[in-house]
Nanobody, 115 residues
C-alpha cells in the first residue's frame, strides 16, 4: 500500500524545536519532490518548504532561517527541522510527494506552540 506517514509533532513552548519526519511506504522517494504544508484552524493550507529530488530546499518567507528541510533517501524519509517556533506556527503539518502523475499526501501531524 502506497502511503506517506508523518510523525514528530507535539506541543512546545515558543522558542522550542521539533523535528518532523515523513516516511514513504510502498514506494521510493528517490525521484520525488517532497514538500511540507501546514493548515491552521480556519485557514487555507499553505506550503512551508520543498525539497527537490536532488536535495535543494526552498522555504516560505515566514519560516526561512528557522526551518530546514532535508532528505535521507537511504531511509526513504524527508525531515523538517523546526527551530525558534512561534505560536503562529501552530497547525497540522502535512507532507506531499510529487513526481510526474504521482501525487501523495500524508495524514498530517499536529504541531502546537503555546506557553
Amino acid at each position: 500500500q502506497v502511503k506517506l506517514i508523518e510523525s514528530g509533532g507535539g506541543s512546545v513552548q515558543p522558542g522550542g524545536s521539533l523535528k518532523l519526519s515523513c516516511v514513504a511506504s510502498g514506494f521510493s522517494l528517490d525521484w520525488y519532490e517532497v514538500s511540507w504544508y501546514r493548515q491552521a484552524p480556519d485557514k487555507r493550507r499553505e506550503i512551508v518548504a520543498i525539497i527537490t529530488d536532488t536535495g535543494t530546499g526552498n522555504y516560505v518567507d515566514s519560516v526561512r532561517g528557522r526551518f530546514t528541510i532535508t532528505r535521507d533517501n537511504t531511509k526513504n524519509t524527508v525531515y523538517l527541522q523546526m527551530n525558534s517556533l512561534k505560536p503562529e506556527d501552530t497547525a497540522v503539518y502535512y507532507c506531499r510527494a510529487q513526481t510526474g502523475n504521482h501525487d501523495y499526501w500524508g495524514q498530517g501531524t499536529q504541531v502546537t506552540v503555546s506557553s
